[in-house]
């Protein structure tokens, strides 16, 4: 029996791109292990290069042509940016994500390979769990409950919003698997293990928009969830789970002394929103948006140049909408948005049989909408994975093939 070498190469591709998702979430930002992200992209890439030769067949998913155009905005925005030098960096990765979005498309070509990148997303969050457990070790718990100013994990691992909503997705993929699909007992345990070993330290990052996410994806998952029941029966059951989750959520972050940060940070946003003004951090951020709308306004059609709020801020602008309408203005908006726009009318058109396929995409799709209003993922891996990866899928059609 001669060796398929193609099959051969798949398999490894898969398990690279698995330990590169893992280093991304949990190893790139820490300083020890930066290099396994890093290798494990460049293995990554060169043999799906590999793996489209084999296969002699190249796929451009919409989003993949998207992206490409986008990137030509923003390169060609450098001529009139105020900053180059951060200009290029930013391009730098836009360019690493396109790149990689457009072998991931590749690389996914049946549902399974969709729901092994859910996996990892789960494994990814585990093991960043683990590696800040061992970091901080378990009397962290103890330091936060009495801390004075409240703790928030972080630092030597990366920024602690994106600790939390890495942390976030990871729990909502591993409710998302336990409630829609009839797994295994082996796979009920590993997705419940799993946000319990994620759960802590989610809170612990101290991340308002993390937080969102989980009571956001509690509620979506369980209203959204199909059984052979009736539709009021099945909805009023969802609610009812929905309702139990969340107040366990509440009770969590109001009885365990070691989470009373993230409590009282929500509780300031909301006195902020109300006009009280006690967050600074809420109020930076709302007149960084201030701003970024009057720096559209001076260049509405191309926008000022890429890293624009770099001139402005000395940093990027904490909102993905306001950062690319200020760097290339109207035309950069409906250009990149439009791919979202496009998965939601593919999502939307999907068979009914696949009404658990659609579930998942509308929860990332929307969710991402909703959180990019507090963080700039245009150019971030971790988001552009799951959307090429949603492009992919997406480009198979009415009727979705799966391979398990």
Known sequence: MGINLYSIIDKITSYI??????????????????????????????????????????????????????????????????????????LYWYTTCVIMTFFVSNYIDSKEKFYTVLNTYIVAGIVLSLLLYSIYGLDIFNIAANSKYGIRLGGEVGNSNAIGLNLAFSVCFALYLLVDFKNNLVKKVFYIVAIFIILPVLFLSGSKKALFVLLFGILYIFITHKTDKKFILRKSKGILFSIALLYLVYWLLNNVSAFWHIGQRVNEMFSTFQGQGVSSTDLSRINMIQISIEQFKNAPLMGNGIAHSKVIFGTYSHNNYVEILMNTGIIGFLTYYSAYLISMYKAYKLSEDEEELVVILGFILITFLIIEMGLVSYYSRYYQILLAAISSVLMKGRKIKNDQ
């Open 17 to 90: 791109l698995i330990i590169y998702i893992i280093a991304l979430v949990a190893f790139e930002n820490y300083a020890p292990t930066t290099w396994i992200a890093s290798y494990s992209l460049y293995l990554f890439m060169i043999l799906a290069i590999i793996r489209i030769l084999l296969k002699g067949k190249i796929k451009f998913t919409y989003y993949t042509i998207i992206m490409l155009i986008y990137g030509v905005l923003l390169a060609f925005s450098l001529f009139w940016a105020k900053d180059s030098s951060y200009g290029l960096k930013t």
